[in-house]
Structures are given as structure tokens and as C-alpha cells.
């Protein structure tokens, strides 16, 4: 079975979980993967992928895709020890780095400004 831990902050929910892969594959790690929806927006497919793309260039953490229902969404993964569990400070410090990218993402992507003027805010970054 799939466990999800949500997480919410503000209005963001960040989904964190396990990504299932067969036991045979990997037998001392384990891929944690954090995700966030961040929404549909009604700009052009082609001007959301140079979105996407100038975005993922200025992260530090996590990858911005267009999904296929045209939705707009932010993964991290990180692969982590099988069978120890994380320690709460590096938790704690690795998903505030991860919560860096989000807030970036979510500023630039909730500004409402043209694609062109948010591509031109990324520049500035």
C-alpha cells in the first residue's frame, strides 16, 4: 500500500511519499518523493513549457512540469536509507531547503503577470 503524509502550508499541500519500486531493484534505499499540485493556468502550452523551464533552471530543489491535464506540478525526490528512519533535524532542514523552491515557484507563478513578465522575474533571480 501507498502512505501519504500530507503537509499544508498556507494554501499548499505538499504530498510526501515512497515511491513504490520493486524490492529486488534497490535494497538499501528507498525514493522519497514530495509533491505539490500547483494548478491549471490559461496561458498557451508552449508558453507554460517555457515557464517550466526557466523555472526548473533557477531551483535548487524539486523540477516544475505540465502534467497531461494541462495542471502545473513541482516534485522533489530524494533517495533515502531503507529501514532507518530520517532524523527530524535533517527532515526538518531538508524540507525547509525543498519549502525554498516552493516559495519561489509559487511568487513567481501567482503573480499574474504575462508569461513574458514572469520569465523576465526569473531572469532577476
Known sequence: SLNIL?????EIQVQISFVPIPENHYQAVQIMQFFIELGSFSYPEASLQTLCNALNQKMALGKVLLN???????RYYAVVTKGEPMEEVAFAEFFATF???VEFVVEIISSGLPIEAMLEKIKGY
Do not use: C, M, N
Open 6 to 10: 500530507v503537509a499544508s502550508i498556507g
Open 68 to 74: 497531461s491535464d494541462g495542471k502545473l506540478e513541482l
Open 99 to 101: 519549502l525554498t523552491s
